[in-house]
């Protein structure tokens, strides 16, 4: 089984200002690490994954998220953040061997950008 | 190409009645799963179909849940009987393969009066 945390609810960050969004996970199996965006009334975007391999992985808009195994860490991160990347943001995690393909997600993140 | 489909974007119901909600995955997708978004409960897995073998039904909440997908294409989440915490969006995504992640549809916003 597998569990995923996300201890800040909201994160308010001025426009131009880098953010950070913070993912620990929990699991008992290799998994495979992903991040979604959802803007208001929309379904879930997937930002970035990580598979296996070099622990940086880039995504669209600008982001990018670092794998660290050694602290079960999936941070998601953009150097510089606009108005329109207001939104929640879930991480989430699957098994990478057999069966265990369902995704389990993080309680999420408002990221709020302000002028 | 199209996206993931939902329909109905919106349904209202009254308590003790049947819905019906629909998901058409993305053309060639041979993973079709099923959530449900709620303010109490997050995101949650229900229902995961893959090619012709037997759904992973283990995140259905109760006996009133169920789903079937025909022709390995759409996909119909039935519930009986509702209940006011039914009242949730359903997300429906569909995937080529696991590590390419699943793509979401809009979803369905369910509200049980």
């Known amino acids: 089984a597998q569990s995923v945390t996300q201890l800040d609810s909201q994160v308010p960050v001025f426009e131009e200002a880098p953010v950070e969004l913070r993912c620990n996970y929990s699991?008992?199996?290799?998994?495979?690490l992903f991040w979604y965006v959802q803007y208001p009334n929309q379904g879930l975007q997937l930002l970035l994954k990580?598979?296996?391999?070099?622990?940086l992985v880039k995504g669209i808009n600008g982001f990018e998220a670092e794998f660290n195994k050694s602290q079960t860490s999936f941070h998601l991160r953009k150097p510089s953040v606009h108005i329109s990347d207001t939104a929640e943001y879930f991480c989430?995690?699957?098994?990478?061997?057999?069966?265990?393909?369902?995704?389990?997600f993080g309680t999420g993140t408002q990221l709020k950008v302000e002028l | 190409g199209a996206g993931v489909s939902q329909s109905p974007s919106n349904k209202v119901t009254e308590k003790g009645k049947d819905v019906e909600l629909r998901c058409d995955p993305i053309?060639?997708?041979?993973?079709l799963y099923w959530y449900r978004q709620s303010l109490g409960q997050g995101l949650e897995f229900l229902i995961y179909?893959?090619?012709?073998?037997?759904?992973?039904k283990s995140g259905l909440p109760s006996d009133r849940f169920s789903a079937e997908r025909t022709g390995g294409s759409v996909s119909t989440l039935t519930i009986q009987r509702t209940q006011q915490e039914d009242s949730a969006v359903y997300l429906c995504?569909?995937?080529?393969?696991?590590?390419?992640?699943?793509?979401f549809g809009p979803g369905t916003r369910l509200t049980v009066l």
């Open positions: 995504a569909s995937s080529l393969a696991r590590s390419r992640g699943q793509f």
């Open positions: 990580y598979l296996s391999g070099s622990t």
């Open positions: 179909f893959q090619g012709n073998s037997a759904p992973d």
């Open positions: 053309s060639g997708h041979t993973a």
């Open positions: 699991s008992s199996v290799s998994v495979y």
């Open positions: 989430a995690v699957s098994g990478s061997g057999g069966g265990g393909n369902k995704l389990t």
